[in-house]
């Protein structure tokens, strides 16, 4: 019944507001938009904190490379805060919007945190070698390119966020198997083809795929997603109708599909 009474009201909504709703969100000031920002910025908080408390030795030789390959890839001279990097160990010198933390006895980079800095260029496929990493959140820069592929295979990232950077394309890989993930946004960038249809993402709780160039139909592996509660994939180019399996998503109650071809026809129960 809360899944019915949900895409009721999405119906209602791409009917009598769209329009409306589209600008409410594509703000940086957005209802939604600020939820997410306001989690990832928590969790970067909690991490800052922990660290300041912690006594930690030289940072993991591997991670050290990649955020260095991060840096040297994105115009790092040019960003708005660029804080002692590349001045010692990132830990130990706390390089601007990197975390750390004690992980089975080793320091490693748990966070890269640096929305809004103007990094410029593409992502390094060397970021994906930070094994040990929880957050990544690159919002609103000018970021372009494809995300490489090892992006969609760190197992203990748990938030990561590339929305608004408007010029990162290409398609995202057909399976997505990152058993820690909670918060994957990809909204308000250039990315196309189908969506993934295979998401082994148990803890997956917010989804923002919106404002991008996606093309075909919905995929029946999002209604496996049973931690699920937002789920913005608006303002594409969705073909075909709702899969009578997304009346077992029970637990989202944001729901919006709004702005694509898609034909509604019966709602699933």
């Given at each position: 019944m809360q899944a019915l009474l949900?895409?009721?009201?999405?119906?209602?909504?791409?009917?009598?507001?769209?329009?409306?709703?589209?600008?409410?969100?594509?703000?940086?000031?957005?209802?939604?938009?600020?939820?997410?920002?306001?989690?990832l910025q928590e969790e970067a908080s909690i991490a800052r904190g922990k660290q300041k408390s912690l006594k930690l030795g030289a940072t993991n030789p591997g991670d050290v490379s990649a955020v260095e390959a991060l840096y040297n890839s994105t115009s790092g001279p040019n960003w708005k805060h660029n804080d002692s990097w590349l001045d010692g160990d990132p830990c130990a010198k706390r390089w601007k919007g990197v975390t750390?933390?004690?992980?089975?006895?080793?320091?490693?980079?748990?966070?890269?945190?640096?929305?809004?800095?103007?990094?410029?260029?593409?992502?390094?496929?060397e970021m994906a070698e930070l094994t040990k990493l929880r957050l990544l959140g690159l919002s609103y820069n000018k970021l372009n390119g494809t995300l490489p592929i090892g992006f969609f295979q760190m197992q203990s990232l748990a938030s990561m966020d590339f929305s608004g950077c408007f010029r990162l394309s290409g398609s995202l890989p057909n399976?997505?198997?990152?058993?820690?993930?909670?918060?994957l946004a990809l909204g308000s960038n250039n990315f196309s083809g189908d969506l993934p249809t295979k998401w082994q993402t148990p803890n997956l709780q917010t989804l923002y795929l919106n404002a991008?160039?996606?093309?075909?139909?919905?995929?029946?592996?999002?209604?496996?997603?049973q931690n699920l509660k937002l789920l913005d994939i608006s303002s594409n180019q969705l073909t075909g109708s709702l899969p009578d399996s997304y009346g077992k998503l029970s637990s989202v109650t944001k729901l919006w599909l709004h702005q694509n071809k898609l034909d509604y026809g019966s709602i699933p129960e």
């Open positions: 949900l895409l009721v009201s999405l119906l209602v909504l791409c009917t009598a507001s769209a329009s409306a709703y589209a600008s409410k969100v594509s703000s940086n000031g957005g209802v939604f938009v600020a939820y997410k920002n306001r989690l750390c933390d004690s992980v089975e006895g080793e320091t490693r980079i748990v966070g890269v945190f640096l929305g809004g800095n103007n990094l410029q260029g593409t992502l390094p496929s399976e997505i198997s990152m058993k820690s993930l909670n918060i991008n160039q996606f093309t075909g139909s919905l995929p029946e592996g999002i209604s496996e997603l």
